[in-house]
């Protein structure tokens, strides 16, 4: 059986300016990637859906996919599908294209809080969220891959 899918996904989210940063390590097999992306005028609970979008998206079809994550945006998402599940009073009534796609890509996920501890690829990933919605507040909405070099220092096991 092949490891697991392991995604480190942090986002950081700037209520009063509404601008949001996230940005996510992927071990797929032993090789690393990772990608950081931000947008002005986005919401707290869309900044979560559309960093876990990002991270979710273009994975390989089989295999087990492991979300760690120390974010309470994201760590929310599958409470929240969970309880609509329950009580359909408690469903989305906004942000409706994202919540489809996270209740779609969560059925092969296990979601797991991470610890933000220096030298971890929780607190790289929340590091680089930092930077993404600081370069979202000055330079605008964008979506870039984090560069090999940077990476390597992210404290992959």
Not at 82 to 92: F, G, L, M, N, V
Not at 124 to 150: E, V
């Amino acid at each position: 059986m092949p490891a697991p899918i392991r995604i480190w996904l942090e986002v950081a989210h700037h209520g009063p300016f509404r601008i949001g940063g996230w940005a996510f390590v992927r071990d797929i097999g032993g090789e690393v990637s990772g990608t950081a992306g931000g947008q002005r005028r986005i919401e707290a609970e869309r900044a979560g859906l559309a960093a876990l979008a990002a991270a979710l998206a273009d994975l390989p079809a089989a295999g087990a996919v492991e979300l760690i994550t120390a974010s309470p945006l994201v760590l929310a998402i599958p409470r929240r599908i969970a309880k609509a599940a329950e009580d359909a009073a408690s469903a989305p009534s906004e942000n409706l294209d994202l919540w489809a796609k996270a209740m779609t890509a969560l059925g092969r996920v296990s979601v797991r809080q991470g610890q933000a501890g220096a030298g971890t690829p929780t607190a790289f990933a929340a590091a680089w969220a930092d930077l993404a919605r600081d370069r979202a507040k000055d330079k605008g909405d964008f979506t870039a891959a984090i560069p090999k070099p940077n990476l390597a220092k992210a404290g992959v096991p």
